[in-house]
């Protein structure tokens, strides 16, 4: 699976979106881009994932480039309870059992009051 | 959907002990679990992939007799962590996915974690 770099730290104001990026550079045709987060001492949550197109749900928005060698996680009105370490994952979406997923070590968003 | 639980959320346990944690997906059936490892202020690493009635395909690094893992059931992983060192304190978390038909790789569904701890 291709790697990924995202910023160590960020910090954000309640209630303003956060935007975290995500570099994959070397990702194939085929990977998709997945985004969990880890609150702490908990475990991950599935955010999103997307291939080419621009993805929302009820949590998030994934913003993938054209070419997409990098993305976009939005969070549009952060909330305290949003500070947790993003991980940025992209991987084959293949046949047989080949689902694991390899964690970097993500950005830690720290939501500020 | 898609819940995970582990048991026990907290263990504390004698050097050279055993201790079984147990993976649960409550609301679906899950074809694949994970097992990860995660020290203190670093990231997941995965341990072990389990399929339903097959045996689990360990990492590199991670020893299979040291860290034995059953998938009895499609609901079902259990980890046992055998003799136990205080090296082998970590946060131990699982994840479920339902696999699927034609190769659709769906999500990873996490557990809470077990939080382990060998004196």
């Known amino acids: 699976d291709a790697k990924t770099t995202q910023p160590p730290s960020m910090d954000c104001a309640e209630g303003r979106a956060a935007n975290l990026p995500c570099n994959h550079s070397?990702?194939?045709?085929?990977?998709?881009v997945y985004w969990y987060r880890q609150i702490h001492s908990q475990g991950p949550q599935y955010i999103i994932h997307?291939?080419?197109n621009n993805e929302t749900n009820e949590m998030a928005s994934l913003i993938i480039t054209e070419d997409r060698k990098s993305s976009t996680l939005i969070l549009p009105h952060a909330t305290l309870r949003d500070t947790a370490v993003y991980y940025c994952i992209v991987r084959v979406v293949s046949g047989g059992s080949n689902y694991k997923l390899t964690f970097g070590k993500g950005t830690l968003l720290t939501v500020n009051p | 959907g898609a819940v995970v639980s582990q048991h026990p959320s907290r263990v504390i346990c004698k050097s050279g002990t055993s201790v079984k944690i147990e993976c649960r997906s409550l609301d679906f059936q899950a074809t694949t679990m994970f097992w990860y490892r995660q020290f203190p202020k670093q990231s997941l690493m995965l341990m072990a992939t389990?399929?339903?009635?097959?045996?689990?395909?360990?990492e590199q690094g991670v020893e299979k007799d040291k860290f034995l893992i059953n998938h009895a059931s499609l609901t079902l992983s259990t980890l046992t962590v055998t003799s136990a060192h205080p090296e082998d304190s970590s946060f131990y978390i699982c994840s479920a996915t339902r696999g699927g038909a034609g190769g659709i790789s769906y999500e990873q569904y996490f557990g809470p974690g077990t939080r382990l701890t060998v004196t």
């Open positions: 997307g291939l080419k």
């Open positions: 070397t990702i194939s045709g085929n990977e998709y």
């Open positions: 389990s399929n339903e009635g097959s045996k689990a395909t360990y």
